[in-house]
């Protein structure tokens, strides 16, 4: 499977953006969907996991209640809603697939990164 993350961009502080990561291939439904992020300087980290039907999602401790990951199997996309949103955010966001959903870096499939920058 491919993916295509987009939906980056420059917000500022307590504002909301919506990432989008679209699959190519077969069986999207099949794969559970992850949410990564990279500030320059650190290593890549877990944002959000959300499994192959949507009925089991998983959130990092940062981002809970801010983020809302989802997707719509018929479309072959997934998504990342970030709401009130923090200069701490400001990463590049990766979608990642594999067939089990985990926090851990281990994920099968990456799509390219979308860089989020918020300002303070």
């Known amino acids: 499977v491919q993916l295509q993350a987009s939906g980056g961009g420059l917000v500022q502080a307590g504002d909301s953006l919506k990432l989008s990561c679209v699959a190519s291939?077969?069986?999207?439904?099949?794969?559970?969907i992850g949410w990564f992020r990279q500030a320059p300087g650190t290593e890549r980290e877990f944002v959000a996991t959300i499994s192959g039907s949507g009925g089991s999602k998983y959130y990092a401790d940062s981002v809970k209640g801010r983020f809302t990951i989802s997707r719509d199997n018929a479309k072959n996309t997934a998504y990342l809603q970030m709401n009130s949103m923090k200069p701490e955010d400001t990463a590049v966001y990766y979608c990642a697939a594999t067939f089990v959903s985990t926090s851990e870096d281990k994920y099968d499939y990456w799509g390219q990164g979308t860089q989020v920058t918020v300002s303070s």
């Open positions: 291939g077969r069986a999207f439904s099949r794969y559970a």
